[in-house]
């Protein structure tokens, strides 16, 4: 896993951006389109202005990250919010010219490095959601929350 640079700080960024747009009140689809918009921003501008001075695969694991952790925070449906973030990665992956499943590994990292605060039933939900709309793409998630899911004490 990418680990956090210093240099920028786009998790918070992200995050920010996304509490200021969207709110309680938002219907999660609305709260889903508006985090997608956010996620096409900072992506394109993020990796493209950092080029050579912060690896691709911390930026959009950070802007992930922040989004979700947002997302989570108000309460929106995070499997139909997960997939349609992930959505934006065949546009990136074609804007940006880097490789699709990378970019969805990347982006699938940031949405599971919060399994813990997630819970078990949400990551199932999110798995499972991966799946009906990325074929096979939702065992790599599943993977990746169980390393990010704290070990029950023996």
């Known amino acids: 896993m990418a ?6 700080e786009f998790e918070k960024l992200a995050h920010d951006m996304a509490l200021v747009r969207i709110t309680k009140e938002t219907p999660s689809y609305q709260a889903a389109e508006i985090a997608s918009e956010i996620i096409q921003e900072l992506i394109f501008l993020g990796i493209t202005h950092t080029k050579g001075k912060q690896d691709p695969h911390i930026t959009l694991h950070e802007i ?3 989004i979700t952790q947002a997302l989570f925070a108000l309460n929106k449906d995070m499997p139909q919010a997960c997939v349609r973030l992930l959505q934006e990665i065949p546009h990136l992956s074609d ?9 969805m590994t990347w982006a699938m990292e940031g949405i599971a490095s919060l399994a813990g605060p997630l819970g078990r039933d949400n990551c199932h939900k999110i798995r499972a959601k991966i799946d009906e709309t990325f074929m096979g793409a939702g065992e790599i998630f599943e993977k990746l929350c169980a390393q990010n899911t704290p070990k029950n004490p023996q």
């Open 3 to 8: 680990e956090a640079s210093g240099n920028f």
């Open 64 to 66: 992930f990250r922040g």
């Open 95 to 103: 804007r940006l010219e880097l490789d699709f499943a990378t970019l």
